[in-house]
């Protein structure tokens, strides 16, 4: 079976959430559940994509939307509690963009 993302997309996206939450403020990044969505994940990124990055924890209330740069790559990191995806889900608070990212099948 081959590999459902390159090994290089892999080490990079594993530095970038190594070394966000404290370009960003979070505390406890190893209770924060991480979820990284396109073009990256599938192996379509080029010079000018970026990254996407959905972190859910607990402590992030009232919704953080930042955008860093890390090694000339945008993250786009979006930062709800498991609440919020999972009122996401069942009742489309955020319209299923949220839960959608996460079951996308591209």
Known sequence: MDKVILDKNLSFIER???????????????????????????NMNTTDSDIDIIGIHDSFIGKKRRITI??????????????????DGESRLYGGYFSGKIIKID
Request: zero cysteines.
């Open 16 to 42: 970038v959430i190594k070394e966000l939450p404290p370009m960003v403020g979070f505390s406890n990044p190893k209770e924060i559940l991480w979820l990284v969505f396109g073009s990256y994940v599938i």
């Open 70 to 87: 890390y090694q000339n790559v945008p993250i786009h990191l979006t930062a709800i509690t498991m609440s919020d995806l999972k009122d």
